[in-house]
């Protein structure tokens, strides 16, 4: 799992594991392995994290649950 730093996604475990703020993942712990952090707002990074899931296969997501501000997308 690769997350972009200053993220907040909650307070299980995994989403504690993703967490670059030490106010949000202070005090917990053991936390998930192999879980990697990219700079926020950063093109070249998003880039790369994209050619890596095309080379894998795998299912590129963005989520912008906590500030969707109401839209659907449509």
């Known amino acids: ?3 972009a730093e200053n993220n907040f ?14 106010e949000s993942y ?3 712990g053991p936390f998930v ?5 990219i700079p926020y707002n950063d093109l070249k990074a998003l880039e790369g994290v ?5 080379k894998h296969n795998v299912l590129f997501i963005t ?12």
Not at 50 to 54: E, G, H, N, S
Not at 63 to 74: F, P
């Open 1 to 3: 799992m690769i997350f």
């Open 9 to 22: 996604w909650g307070r299980s475990i995994a989403a504690i594991s993703s967490s670059s703020d030490p």
């Open 26 to 28: 202070g005090g917990f």
């Open 33 to 37: 392995p192999l879980f990697e952090r």
């Open 50 to 54: 994209q050619d890596i899931c095309k």
């Open 63 to 74: 989520d912008e649950i906590q500030s969707g501000l109401g839209r659907t997308g449509e």
